[in-house]
DNA sequence: TATTGTTATACTCTATAACTATA
DNA sequence: TATAGTTATAGAGTATAACAATA
C-alpha cells in the first residue's frame, strides 16, 4: 500500500536491526533454557570473562542494569556453580564476582550454542557476506558501548 | 581473559545482532514517545499500511502476538486518531482495522524518525558498508517472516 | 457449537526505594 | 555520613483464561 513512498520504514536499519534482533534474542533464550540461563547471565559471564574480577555495583555499570539485577543475577550463578562470590578483605562491603572452572565450560557452552546458531541464521549468506555483516555489527557495537572481541 | 579463544561469544552475529538490537530498540522507543507511540502500535501501523484491511485477530497471526495485545495496541490508536475501527458488515464479530489519514501521516513521521536514527547510527560507514548492512538485514528478516519491502 | 473480540488475571523482566552491614 | 549489597515493592509489557456477542 506504500509502494510509492521511496523510503518506507521496513527497509530502515532501525527497523529491521530491532525486529531481527527481537527473534534471534528469542532463539538463543530458547536455546539457552537447557542450560538454566537467560541471557543477562550470559552478558554477567562474558563481563566477568573479559577482565579483572569486579564488583557487584562495578558489573551493574558496565551492563548498564540495575545492582539489584546483578544480585539476582549473581544468586543464579552461584546456585549453579558458574560464579565465586568472594568478600573483598580489604573492604568488606564488597562482594568479588569471579567466573569458576564449571562457569568458564558454561560460558564455552553458549559460545559453542550462539555459534552454531550463527550458522543456520546466516545459512544463506556467502562467506564474505557473513563476515561483512559480522565485522559491521561489531563495529557498530564498539561504537555504541557493547563488549566486542577484535 | 579470553583471547586463547579463537571465537569468543562477543564475535558471534547472534550475540551481536541481539545487543546492539536492543541499544537500538531503546533509542527507537525513546524518540517514539514525542509522538505517543511504542515500537508495537508501530508495527501495527506497518503491518495495516502493507495490505488489506484485517481483522484483529488476522493481525495476531501477523504479528504474532495474543488477540488481547491487538486489543489493546488498536485501542490507542484509535484514541489518538490513527486508525478506524468498523465492524464488517458480513459478519458482525469481526472489527476491521485502517489507518485514517492521520495515522498515515504519523506514520511518515516514524518513517522520517527512523531514517534520521539511521543516519546518527551507520554515521561511521561507508556508504557500501550502509546498504550491505540494510540489504542483508532485510534478507535474513525476509526468511524470518519479518515485513520487507524490497 | 465455533469464532471474534474483549476483559480479567497472572507472569516475566527490570527498576526504584527501603534497609543492613561496613567504611 | 556515605557506600556495597540486599530485600521489598512496583511498573511495564505481554500472555493465558474466562467471557460476551455473533455466526
Redesign the pocket.
Known amino acids: 500500500m506504500n509502494d510509492v513512498n521511496p523510503l518506507p520504514l521496513t527497509t530502515s536499519v532501525v527497523f529491521r536491526l530491532g525486529t531481527l534482533g527481537s527473534v534471534v534474542t528469542a532463539r538463543f533464550t530458547t536455546a539457552l533454557a537447557e542450560l538454566e540461563l537467560?541471557p543477562?547471565h550470559v552478558g554477567l559471564m562474558v563481563a566477568l570473562d573479559s577482565g579483572a574480577p569486579p564488583?557487584?555495583?562495578e558489573l551493574a555499570r558496565i551492563m548498564a542494569?540495575?545492582?539489584?539485577?546483578v544480585?539476582?543475577l549473581?544468586d543464579h550463578l552461584e546456585r549453579i556453580g558458574a560464579v565465586d562470590?568472594v568478600r573483598d578483605p580489604a573492604?568488606?562491603?564488597?562482594?568479588v564476582l569471579a567466573l569458576t572452572d564449571t562457569g568458564r565450560e558454561l560460558l564455552a557452552d553458549c559460545t559453542a550454542l550462539a555459534h552454531r546458531l550463527d550458522e543456520e541464521l546466516t545459512a544463506s549468506l556467502t562467506g564474505p557476506e557473513r563476515e561483512a555483516l559480522r565485522r559491521t555489527l561489531g563495529l557498530l557495537g564498539a561504537e555504541a558501548g557493547l563488549p566486542t572481541s577484535d
Open positions: 537467560k543477562k564488583s557487584q555495583l542494569v540495575a545492582p539489584s539485577l544480585v539476582s549473581a562470590r573492604d568488606r562491603r564488597r562482594q
